[in-house]
């Protein structure tokens, strides 16, 4: 007899059985073999050992204008591409609720807002770079951090750390050069890290408010003075207050206002409509570093473009427009006219010592104006599974390359030359960072200092333009690490103390301390006085050598005859310009109670050596 086929139900039910069979099988094998849970597989893994990839995110220790550049790490995920984090303020470290977090992504913005603890998350990301365009918070500075992130299906950017620095109130005074109150001073703040605002206008005692962040110049100008350059540094940090001295005007000075204008125009000399012009001003302090002083403005239809600045000349000029870059020219007042061209590229690949990948990192690029100078440029942080970066749209030139990231030392400078409309690739290895750790107390009384300030200090010829930064504990217990190994000076600085500069020989490969370092309280009124062992005498770049700016009364240097205007030439031997200005500086200090020998080239052109005295100091 003919078997009649089995109906769609039996079938269902056969199937079904099976199914549960070999599942009821591959349970038991699976329990019988491993019993350790087992991690899904990740689709599309860039990089194929997801072990590699951190679970808790270092905070970089890497700071510009007292913000901690941003950190983060890759986890794998199940899901579509994401990005996670928390806002917080620079200072407490403490999440910041309500704060906005803008991305730039393929398919369009991206605006989160964080919660009650300062977190934020947005998931189901296409891949891409996704640019983080601008962070918010109330009474805090807003971030533009230059951050991109590659986002791949199957990873997810995790602890994304974004630091905010808070909006913190000076006390400002104008005085001329007898020190008279100046009423009706304009003050423009330099380095905004926001849209400038109108200018603040002195009262009739000469006194004004202002918000800036650490670094930041405040200039004065007056119509009856010349211009007046304030910095805000340590001293005004911890007293909360600022006085910028107008210098007297030449007969024939009119107005300090500079009116830089101009025409940009393209390759075949046609003006260009809508072109970004920025000013830069950079300003030399007297402890070496060097600010910028900026002002912007758009060209009209015609390609001509005017920008009234507050301070004096010379100013540097550059134009850019979809891509294109002009020459810097530089200019005191006469016209300048910008040619616009196409950029250079820059790509990179940055491993660790052991040639691994980093994925999370940030790269800084300084143009060389010297043998002894750098112009570092905005850093650009970077987020990528494969830890590669790309840099469109640089101007062509001599650059030097330093890559830093969490935990890791920085990379050694790398010297490149970029040329219009090519593109140059480096490899950089960042190598294992080096620590330093101790306790700040008081000189006096002993007592732990909470919340003081470390930072190994940052100078003009520093490629970096970063700096690394740790704060003590309540204990004022601190560690600093992914530090650069050799000689260093470690800037310390707390409230109501005076600030100390002190060397420190770093290595790899051995933990430096623990320190007791104890500052010295200031008097009741009194002003913070920077404290370090040197010979003395305040030192700039000039050319290949160092030029005494000046000579401090009981220092080493006024106690052998050094003067203003010598220029320093060899440092035991060693020629200034193959050591850098840090290198230098580094090379003249010392332990109290040494020697120096200096190769010094007097005013008259006499060159003699002069071996000179360190000792402590206080300016």
Known sequence: MQQRPPTLAAQT???????????????????????????PVVPKLSVPDAGRFALSAPRSTFTVGGAPFPSATLTPTIDRACVTGKVVDSVSGQGLAGARVRLSTFAGAVTMTSDETGRFEQRGLTEGVVSIVEVTAADHFTLRPALELRLVQGLCVADLSLSLVPRVEYDGEVVGPNGEGVAGARITIGTEHEAPAAPLVTDT??????????????????????AGVGLVDFRVTTTRRLTVTLGPRAVDAGTALVSVHGLVVEEGDAGVSGATVRVARVHSTTDGRWERLEASATTATDGTFHV???????????????????????????????????GATLTGAVTDAEGLVVTTF?????????SLEREPLEPHHVVDPEGHFILASLAPGPVEVVVVAPGLAPSAPTNVDLEAGTTKHVELRLGRGAQVSGTVVDRVTQRPLEGARLSLEQRGD?????????????????????????????????????????????????????LLIDLAPVADGGTPQLELVGIGAVLKTEGDALRIERVMPGGGAAEVG?????????????PTSTLGFGGAIERIRGSQDTTVALEVKRSSGVVELVTTPRRRVAR
């Open 362 to 370: 940030s790269v800084l690029v300084s143009r060389r104006v010297g």
């Open 13 to 39: 039910l056969r199937w079904l059985a099976i199914l549960a069979l070999m599942m009821g099988a591959g349970v038991l094998g699976l329990w019988l073999l491993d019993t350790t849970p087992r991690v």
């Open 562 to 574: 050094l003067v203003a205007g010598d220029l320093v030439l060899r440092i035991d031997g060693t």
């Open 205 to 226: 005692q000469g006194r004004f408010r202002f918000h800036a962040v650490d670094g930041a110049l405040v200039v004065a100008t007056h119509p009856e003075f010349s």
């Open 462 to 514: 520093d490629p970096m333009s970063a700096q690394a930064l740790a704060r003590t504990d309540d204990r004022g217990h601190f560690t600093l690490q992914g530090l650069p190994s050799g000689r260093h000076s470690l800037f310390i600085v707390a409230v109501e103390h005076d600030a100390r500069l002190m060397s420190v020989d770093l290595n790899a490969n051995v933990a430096a301390g623990p």
């Open 308 to 342: 009234d600045v507050e301070a004096p000349g010379p100013w540097q000029v550059a134009a850019m427009a979809s891509g294109r870059l002009s020459n810097i020219q530089q200019t005191s007042g006469e016209p300048v006219v910008l040619r616009l061209a196409r």
